[in-house]
């Protein structure tokens, strides 16, 4: 029961028209859910986020009438070094300057379940009392067009120092989750676990409904992982990051980073690439939702639209672990 409601809980979030769940309007949101439980919230504004250097999510959101936020929620029901929880939160992508098509703009309102999934994983966490310490960090931001919004060619500095270039300004899941992920470590986390709609590749390489997981230095979880994903019937595969997309990543000519190489195959895996890279040594998987994050057509697991991809798979590895 409290896995399903977690569930609703995410899929109400991401159903909400992307008018009215602006990145503000969803921190308030999760902070009023875990008012009077035992996960804190924390929120950063706009001013906060730029004044200390967190500079991608930064980058993403300034183009939008409704600034970004950065929430962190914690639960402590151990004294370990916690478990790091990350969730794309891009209330709503254009595709900025290099825009979407008119085809591919709809349902970018659920451009923020990996954000919504990941409050539905802290909530059964809490509501089961698990005998765990997690920290997840959700960077909420709209991709939009404005006099004031990133473009290609523009160079931003990441949090942790690195400057970025932008090739692609419809690349933006991977930036702010590139500072989530520097953001978190400093809370010395045993493992980093993402989750995003990141890339249309993942979708052509595995078809709908299935999630690509990667691994960053995580092999000791990454089988525990796939088993909760068969046990928990969500249908999942691990797929590599080479060391040519490592090096892809610092192929820029003018910045540390490019966000984008434009004209090269193995785009999910280079997005991996980008977004564990801000990791370092600490074991990272990054899971890529894009083709399981929504459904087309109503099952016995739930209605057409959001899904909650990778709650039960997570609850169920966090539970045995």
């Given at each position: 029961e409290i896995?399903?409601?977690?569930?609703n809980l995410a899929r109400t979030y991401s159903q909400t028209p992307p008018n009215i769940l602006t990145p503000d309007y969803f921190a308030q949101q999760?902070?009023?859910h875990f008012n009077g439980s035992k996960v804190e919230?924390?929120?950063k504004d706009e001013q906060a986020i730029r004044e200390e250097g967190i500079g991608l999510l930064d980058a993403v959101g300034k183009g939008s009438i409704n600034p970004p936020r950065l929430v962190t929620l914690t639960y402590?029901?151990?004294n370990d070094n916690p478990l790091a929880l990350v969730g794309k939160g891009v209330t709503y992508d254009s595709g900025g300057y290099q825009i979407k098509s008119k085809t591919g703009m709809p349902t970018m309102k659920y451009d923020m379940s990996g954000a919504s999934n990941v409050v539905a994983m802290v909530n059964a966490i809490a509501e089961l009392q698990l005998p765990i310490h997690v920290v997840a960090v959700l960077p909420l931001a709209e991709n939009m067009i404005s006099h004031n919004a990133m473009k290609p060619d523009d160079v931003f500095t990441a949090l942790s120092g690195e400057t970025v270039e932008i090739t692609n300004t419809d690349a933006e899941g991977r930036l702010v989750l590139g500072d989530a992920v520097t953001y978190v470590k400093q809370f010395k986390p045993e493992l980093i676990m993402n989750f995003a709609t990141l890339t249309g590749a993942v979708v052509a390489a595995l078809g709908l409904g299935k999630t690509g997981i990667f691994?960053?230095?995580a092999d000791r979880y990454i089988e525990d992982v796939k088993k909760a994903a068969k046990y928990s019937n969500e249908v999942s595969f691990e797929l590599p990051i080479t060391d040519e997309e490592k090096n892809d990543i610092q192929s820029s000519e003018v910045a540390d980073l490019t966000n984008c190489i434009l004209?090269?195959?193995g785009k999910a895996l280079f997005a991996a690439a980008f977004v564990t890279h801000f990791s370092g040594d600490i074991p990272h998987l990054h899971f890529d939702i894009a083709g399981s994050s929504e459904t087309e057509k109503a099952s016995y697991l739930g209605p057409k639209g959001a899904t909650g991809a990778m709650i039960p798979t997570v609850l169920h590895f966090l539970k045995n672990k």
């Open positions: 896995l399903g409601d977690s569930i999760i902070e009023q919230v924390t929120i402590k029901g151990s691994s960053s230095d004209h090269k195959h």
